[in-house]
C-alpha cells in the first residue's frame, strides 16, 4: 500500500450503467493508494446522483458537452485549473473515446493512465465491460483482490425507504423500460414487450407471495399506465425514486427482473439475484456483471442472429422474434429456480 493522502481522477462520463460497471476499479485503487484516497469522478449530470451517499467519491465534475474542448468548456476547465493547484497521483481515463484527451493532457497529475496515452480496445463479443475497465487498471497496477474488483455502489439507509415506500414483506424488482423504451424502431428492439411483463406479474401473483414494485425513471411514466389498473400486491414507484433510493430497494429484493438498462446494472451490483433479458443485445458484455456475491441469470432465446445491436443486422430486421417469442413462463421459470 502507498502512503495515504493521496489524490485520484476517474473519467468515466457514460450513462447509468456505464458508470455503475466503472466502479469496479474503486476497491484495487484504495488497496494501493490506503482508506485516506481522495477520489474525484467526472460524470454525466444526474448520473453523479450514483455517488450521493458514496463516502469515497469526494468530488464529482458533471460535464453535460463531452465534445466540447476545454477552451470552451468551463468544467473541464474547471478540472484542469483545479489540478493545478493540486495534483492528481493518478488520471485514470476509462474512455477509449478521444473526447477527454485534453483534461488528461492538461491537467497536472504524477501518472496518467488510459488515453491519449494508453489505447486499450475492448472485445464486445468476449468481454464483459467491467473486465475492460480493469485491463486498462491493469497497466498500472494488478495485484489487487480480485474478488472486490467489481461494481461498488452505496444507497440510501433501508428505514428511510420503509418510511417512504409500501416495502412490505418480501417483495420482487421489476424494471419494464431502458432508455429506449417506446421507440419504434430497431433502437427499440432491447425493449420486452408489455404483454409479457404483464404475463409475468399475473405469473409472480399467482405463483408466488411475493409482492411486485415496478421501477424506472420520471421520463418513463407514461408507459407504465398500460399497467393499471394495479393488481393487489403490485406497486408503481416509476419516477418516485432516486438513484441511492432504487440501489436499496434492490438490496433488499428476492430477484431483480430487468432488461439491458441501467437498472439492470445497479441490480448486479447490489442485488443477491438478478434476470437479465437479452434478445439483440450482447450478455457476454451489458449483462450485470457477475461475480460469487450475486447469481444472474440470462433470459434469452440465443437465436442465431443475436445478439445483432449496433449492426445492419437488427437495423434490417421487421419483427425482433428474439423478444416478441421470448415468453413470461420462460422468465418466470428462471424465477422458480431461484428457489426464492
Given at each position: 500500500?502507498?502512503?495515504?493522502?493521496?489524490?485520484?481522477?476517474?473519467?468515466?462520463?457514460?450513462?447509468?450503467?456505464?458508470?455503475?460497471?466503472?466502479?469496479?476499479?474503486?476497491?484495487?485503487?484504495?488497496?494501493?493508494?490506503?482508506?485516506?484516497?481522495?477520489?474525484?469522478?467526472?460524470?454525466?449530470?444526474?448520473?453523479?446522483?450514483?455517488?450521493?451517499?458514496?463516502?469515497?467519491?469526494?468530488?464529482?465534475?458533471?460535464?453535460?458537452?463531452?465534445?466540447?474542448?476545454?477552451?470552451?468548456?468551463?468544467?473541464?476547465?474547471?478540472?484542469?485549473?483545479?489540478?493545478?493547484?493540486?495534483?492528481?497521483?493518478?488520471?485514470?481515463?476509462?474512455?477509449?473515446?478521444?473526447?477527454?484527451?485534453?483534461?488528461?493532457?492538461?491537467?497536472?497529475?504524477?501518472?496518467?493512465?488510459?488515453?491519449?496515452?494508453?489505447?486499450?480496445?475492448?472485445?464486445?463479443?468476449?468481454?464483459?465491460?467491467?473486465?475492460?475497465?480493469?485491463?486498462?487498471?491493469?497497466?498500472?497496477?494488478?495485484?489487487?483482490?480480485?474478488?472486490?474488483?467489481?461494481?461498488?455502489?452505496?444507497?440510501?439507509?433501508?428505514?428511510?425507504?420503509?418510511?417512504?415506500?409500501?416495502?412490505?414483506?418480501?417483495?420482487?424488482?421489476?424494471?419494464?423500460?431502458?432508455?429506449?423504451?417506446?421507440?419504434?424502431?430497431?433502437?427499440?428492439?432491447?425493449?420486452?414487450?408489455?404483454?409479457?411483463?404483464?404475463?409475468?406479474?399475473d405469473s409472480v401473483l399467482s405463483e408466488t407471495e411475493f409482492s411486485i414494485m415496478l421501477v424506472g425513471n420520471k421520463n418513463e411514466k407514461k408507459f407504465f399506465n398500460s399497467f393499471y389498473p394495479l393488481k393487489k400486491r403490485v406497486y408503481d414507484l416509476s419516477g418516485k425514486?432516486?438513484?441511492?433510493?432504487?440501489?436499496?430497494?434492490?438490496?433488499?429484493?428476492?430477484?431483480?427482473?430487468?432488461?439491458?438498462?441501467?437498472?439492470?446494472?445497479?441490480?448486479?451490483?447490489?442485488?443477491?439475484?438478478?434476470?437479465?433479458?437479452?434478445?439483440?443485445?450482447?450478455?457476454?458484455?451489458?449483462?450485470?456483471?457477475?461475480?460469487?456475491?450475486?447469481?444472474?441469470?440470462?433470459?434469452?432465446?440465443?437465436?442465431?442472429?443475436?445478439?445483432?445491436?449496433?449492426?445492419?443486422?437488427?437495423?434490417?430486421?421487421?419483427?425482433?422474434?428474439?423478444?416478441?417469442?421470448?415468453?413470461?413462463?420462460?422468465?418466470?421459470?428462471?424465477?422458480?429456480?431461484?428457489?426464492?
Amino acid at each position: 500500500m502507498i502512503k495515504q493522502n493521496k489524490k485520484v481522477l476517474i473519467i468515466r462520463c457514460g450513462l447509468l450503467g456505464d458508470t455503475v460497471d466503472a466502479t469496479s476499479v474503486i476497491q484495487p485503487l484504495i488497496e494501493l493508494y490506503g482508506p485516506d484516497l481522495k477520489i474525484h469522478w467526472v460524470s454525466k449530470p444526474g448520473i453523479s446522483d450514483l455517488f450521493k451517499y458514496d463516502n469515497r467519491i469526494k468530488k464529482v465534475y458533471e460535464l453535460k458537452h463531452t465534445k466540447l474542448p476545454f477552451i470552451f468548456n468551463i468544467p473541464k476547465l474547471n478540472i484542469i485549473i483545479d489540478s493545478l493547484f493540486e495534483p492528481y497521483d493518478l488520471i485514470l481515463n476509462l474512455e477509449i473515446g478521444s473526447k477527454f484527451n485534453d483534461i488528461v493532457k492538461f491537467s497536472r497529475a504524477r501518472n496518467k493512465l488510459g488515453m491519449p496515452y494508453d489505447y486499450i480496445k475492448d472485445d464486445i463479443f468476449k468481454e464483459h465491460r467491467v473486465d475492460h475497465q480493469l485491463r486498462i487498471l491493469n497497466k498500472y497496477f494488478k495485484k489487487y483482490n480480485k474478488d472486490f474488483a467489481k461494481p461498488s455502489i452505496v444507497g440510501i439507509n433501508i428505514e428511510d425507504i420503509i418510511k417512504k415506500f409500501p416495502i412490505y414483506g418480501d417483495y420482487i424488482v421489476m424494471c419494464p423500460t431502458n432508455s429506449h423504451v417506446g421507440n419504434l424502431n430497431h433502437r427499440g428492439y432491447r425493449s420486452w414487450p408489455e404483454d409479457n411483463w404483464k404475463g409475468l406479474i399475473d405469473s409472480v401473483l399467482s405463483e408466488t407471495e411475493f409482492s411486485i414494485m415496478l421501477v424506472g425513471n420520471k421520463n418513463e411514466k407514461k408507459f407504465f399506465n398500460s399497467f393499471y389498473p394495479l393488481k393487489k400486491r403490485v406497486y408503481d414507484l416509476s419516477g418516485k425514486t432516486t438513484i441511492p433510493e432504487l440501489i436499496t430497494i434492490m438490496k433488499n429484493s428476492k430477484c431483480v427482473v430487468a432488461t439491458d438498462s441501467g437498472s439492470v446494472h445497479i441490480a448486479g451490483a447490489v442485488a443477491k439475484n438478478i434476470i437479465s433479458i437479452h434478445g439483440p443485445t450482447n450478455s457476454y458484455q451489458s449483462a450485470p456483471y457477475s461475480t460469487k456475491y450475486n447469481n444472474v441469470k440470462i433470459a434469452s432465446l440465443n437465436l442465431k442472429c443475436s445478439p445483432c445491436y449496433d449492426t445492419e443486422v437488427i437495423k434490417n430486421c421487421k419483427k425482433n422474434i428474439c423478444m416478441q417469442d421470448l415468453s413470461s413462463e420462460m422468465v418466470m421459470s428462471l424465477i422458480t429456480d431461484l428457489s426464492l
